[in-house]
């Protein structure tokens, strides 16, 4: 396959949020030149990452009335380009981390990097029903969110009924977060246990304010009558076959998240789950010189702060990797 144009760098990133943005920042910073892929409709999600299909983010530092998801974006690729960092609009379909230097792919490049930071983040997954989606008809960012940590906060979900859809850690604790805005709490599970930890079940099951909907599943999402709203849920009981409404102004997807490490083919040690893992405390992952930052080695926290953070950090280690390799070559010469 005809790959065209090849290109040789120190450093490429790959990705598009705050983590491959912040690695790019201090990367470009410290004279590296990086090439950063963003991605075309990676996994589904515009360049920016998940942070583009939100609306306000009112929990990163340094905007104290919030700020759109795209434009944080936009600003931290603005900010990419100031210091030199070279962008293309391109997705990585395949990487060889067998070679030295490392070979990273896309439909119409080869690029040769002697270290890489992969920032691909993880997608949330989310449901498909009536009324779930973006645009006409759909209530995704007016009442439906895939992140209760992000979004719980938000004025239209205070003092009112929300629901989560899981049976997890994650939904657990969300519910259990939720409670501190919210009048009530529903967990929709489509089972009659849920497969969480048995700690996280007793947290959500001893709180007052959370109720449970045992073997349900959301049909379809309706809207506030004369607003453009979320108003509630026509749920059916799997067992019984009843259909019934739920009026909540809050409806939140806690599945599960996917991170995008398919393209590795294998490469890098994953988890169970699909992450990569890196050596604590470090951005290191099971191959010298390349390095993992953001979401696709965070299945904890999963916050735009911290994936910036980890973004720097593997853009310093990828720094003192480079002074490694080069401090060896001048010796051997």
Same mark, same amino acid.
């Given at each position: 396959?005809?790959?065209?144009?090849?290109?040789?760098?120190?450093?490429?990133?790959?990705?598009?949020?705050?983590?491959?943005?912040?690695?790019?920042?201090?990367?470009?910073?410290?004279?590296?030149?990086?090439?950063?892929?963003?991605?075309?409709?990676?996994?589904?999600?515009?360049?920016?990452?998940?942070?583009?299909?939100?609306?306000?983010?009112?929990?990163?530092?340094?905007?104290?009335?919030?700020?759109?998801?795209?434009?944080?974006?936009?600003?931290?690729?603005?900010?990419?380009?100031?210091?030199?960092?070279?962008?293309?609009?391109?997705?990585?379909?395949?990487?060889?981390?067998?070679?030295?230097?490392?070979? =990273?792919?896309?439909?119409?490049?080869?690029?040769?990097?002697?270290?890489?930071? =992969?920032? +691909?983040?993880?997608?949330?997954?989310?449901?498909?029903?009536?009324?779930?989606?973006?645009?006409?008809?759909?209530?995704?960012?007016?009442?439906?969110?895939?992140?209760?940590?992000?979004?719980?906060?938000?004025?239209?979900?205070?003092?009112?009924?929300?629901?989560?859809?899981?049976?997890?850690?994650?939904?657990?604790?969300?519910?259990?977060?939720?409670?501190?805005?919210?009048?009530? =709490?529903?967990?929709?599970?489509?089972?009659?246990?849920?497969?969480?930890?048995?700690?996280?079940?007793?947290?959500?099951?001893?709180?007052?304010?959370?109720? %449970?909907?045992?073997?349900?599943? %959301?049909?379809?999402?309706?809207?506030?009558?004369?607003? @453009?709203?979320?108003?509630?849920?026509?749920?059916?009981?799997? %067992?019984?076959?009843?259909?019934?409404?739920?009026?909540?102004?809050?409806?939140?997807?806690?599945?599960?998240?996917?991170?995008? +490490?398919?393209?590795?083919?294998?490469?890098?040690?994953?988890?169970? @789950?699909?992450?990569?893992?890196?050596?604590?405390?470090?951005?290191?992952?099971? =191959?010298?010189?390349?390095?993992?930052?953001?979401?696709?080695?965070?299945?904890?926290?999963?916050?735009?702060? +911290?994936?910036?953070?980890?973004?720097?950090?593997?853009?310093? @280690?990828?720094?003192?990797?480079?002074?490694?390799?080069? +401090?060896?070559?001048?010796?051997?010469?």
């Amino acid at each position: 396959m005809d790959r065209g144009q090849t290109l040789k760098t120190r450093l490429c990133i790959i990705g598009s949020g705050p983590a491959a943005h912040t690695a790019a920042i201090y990367a470009a910073r410290a004279e590296l030149s990086p090439i950063l892929f963003e991605g075309w409709m990676a996994n589904g999600i515009a360049p920016g990452g998940q942070l583009t299909t939100t609306t306000d983010v009112e929990n990163f530092p340094g905007f104290h009335a919030g700020i759109l998801g795209v434009e944080l974006m936009d600003r931290c690729r603005e900010q990419s380009l100031r210091f030199g960092t070279q962008i293309f609009t391109e997705t990585v379909t395949s990487v060889d981390f067998s070679v030295k230097p490392f070979r =990273v792919f896309t439909d119409s490049k080869t690029v040769l990097a002697d270290s890489v930071i =992969v920032a +691909t983040g993880a997608v949330a997954k989310r449901l498909n029903f009536p009324g779930a989606g973006e645009g006409s008809g759909g209530f995704w960012n007016r009442g439906i969110s895939a992140c209760a940590v992000c979004d719980g906060a938000a004025p239209i979900f205070r003092n009112k009924a929300l629901a989560v859809i899981g049976g997890g850690d994650s939904a657990m604790e969300e519910a259990n977060f939720l409670t501190k805005f919210g009048s009530r =709490v529903y967990i929709i599970h489509r089972r009659d246990q849920f497969r969480a930890s048995k700690i996280m079940q007793s947290r959500a099951l001893m709180n007052a304010k959370i109720s %449970v909907v045992w073997n349900s599943v %959301v049909l379809e999402a309706y809207g506030e009558e004369g607003k @453009d709203v979320l108003g509630g849920v026509k749920l059916k009981n799997v %067992v019984t076959g009843e259909v019934f409404d739920m009026k909540v102004s809050g409806l939140f997807f806690a599945i599960g998240h996917e991170p995008a +490490t398919k393209f590795l083919g294998g490469q890098l040690k994953l988890d169970s @789950d699909g992450y990569v893992l890196t050596t604590a405390g470090t951005t290191r992952t099971s =191959v010298r010189g390349v390095f993992a930052a953001g979401d696709v080695q965070d299945k904890k926290y999963r916050q735009a702060v +911290t994936a910036a953070g980890t973004g720097c950090m593997a853009a310093l @280690d990828a720094e003192h990797y480079l002074q490694e390799i080069g +401090t060896a070559e001048d010796e051997s010469d």
